[in-house]
């Protein structure tokens, strides 16, 4: 199967606020996808629906071919999910943990071994494995959490900022292995780190107020890194008079998948309203 990742018309509401709005594109086998936009963009509600965390409102996902609503599963085994913030059980050591992962994941006898030692050998955390989580470092923690998301060696892997908190040594080290990874599995991963997407990335795609701006690759977005950040900039503050649908932005895509994206967008600077109950629409959507 060539396309692992398949989105189609993928929207979410809470309330009158629509924070994704009609996504579609798809990721094949071999792509690492930067999956890019400001704060409150929808990243992070993006990659819950894709995960099956979040039910969508209209549209549909799939995973190595299992739908997110009817095989929810299926389809959580053929992927691995770095959440925002590396969630994980504080009292318990890194060891601890992923040895109780790989068993929920149905793993049985030497099983479970291996696929810690595997993950454990991958992150690096040799040094670590028998502290209690909650004395760890921020970067610790976030190996921890990357760990358990390959450690069932799934074909699709969703990383929501994996090198956040990580200093310069470690963020080199999960770039390599994210890039060695990536030869064989889809990976989609949401960063704010720019000069990430240039280091891992083979495809980018940029979000604004819930809508694709632009599917591209990276060189094809700035064929200078450092000029990355203003480009960026551009495309998610497109304004807009307020009485007017907002006009498209277009960006030519010269290499990549080949097909400019366009999208309407708010005006900067608005801010949502509160979901029906009061409460914020995501209260994780920060990233």
């Given at each position: 199967m060539s396309q692992l990742v398949?989105?189609?018309?993928?929207?979410?509401?809470?309330?009158?606020?629509?924070?994704?709005?009609?996504?579609?594109?798809?990721?094949?086998?071999?792509?690492?996808?930067?999956?890019?936009?400001?704060?409150?963009?929808?990243k992070s509600t993006t990659m819950k629906m894709l995960t099956g965390f979040l039910p969508?409102?209209?549209?549909?996902?799939?995973?190595?071919?299992?739908?997110?609503?009817?095989?929810?599963?299926?389809?959580?085994?053929?992927?691995?999910?770095?959440?925002?913030?590396?969630?994980?059980?504080?009292?318990?050591?890194?060891?601890s943990f992923l040895q109780f992962v790989a068993g929920v994941?149905?793993?049985?006898?030497?099983?479970?071994q291996e696929q810690v030692d595997r993950a454990v050998a991958r992150t690096q955390l040799?040094?670590?494995?028998?502290?209690?989580?909650?004395?760890?470092?921020?970067?610790?923690?976030?190996?921890?959490?990357?760990?358990?998301?390959i450690l069932h060696d799934p074909e699709v892997l969703i990383l929501d900022e994996p090198t956040d908190g990580l200093d310069p040594n470690q963020k080199h080290e999960v770039r390599a292995l994210i890039r060695e990874m990536g030869k064989d599995k889809a990976i989609i991963l949401s960063t704010h780190i720019l000069e990430e997407v240039f280091a891992v990335c083979t495809r980018v795609i940029i979000i604004a107020n819930g809508r694709m701006v632009v599917d591209d690759t990276p060189e094809g977005l700035s064929p200078d890194p450092r000029?990355?950040?203003?480009?960026?900039?551009?495309?998610?503050?497109?304004?807009?008079?307020?009485?007017?649908?907002?006009a498209a932005f277009m960006m030519s895509s010269g290499s990549g998948r080949g097909d400019a994206r366009a999208v309407d967008t708010a005006q900067?600077?608005?801010t949502p309203p509160a979901a029906a109950d009061?409460?914020?629409?995501d209260s994780e959507e920060r990233a």
């Open positions: 398949e989105i189609d018309h993928l929207s979410k509401t809470f309330g009158s606020t629509t924070v994704v709005n009609d996504l579609t594109f798809s990721v094949d086998r071999g792509e690492v996808l930067g999956f890019l936009g400001p704060n409150g963009a929808g969508p409102s209209s549209g549909t996902a799939r995973v190595a071919g299992h739908d997110v609503l009817r095989e929810p599963l299926a389809l959580k085994r053929a992927l691995g999910y770095l959440p925002e913030g590396a969630p994980s059980y504080a009292e318990m050591t890194p060891l994941r149905g793993a049985r006898g030497s099983q479970v040799h040094g670590v494995l028998h502290q209690r989580i909650e004395t760890l470092s921020k970067g610790f923690k976030r190996r921890v959490g990357l760990a358990q998301a000029r990355l950040d203003d480009v960026f900039r551009k495309l998610t503050t497109v304004q807009a008079p307020r009485d007017e649908k907002p900067p600077g608005d009061g409460s914020a629409p």
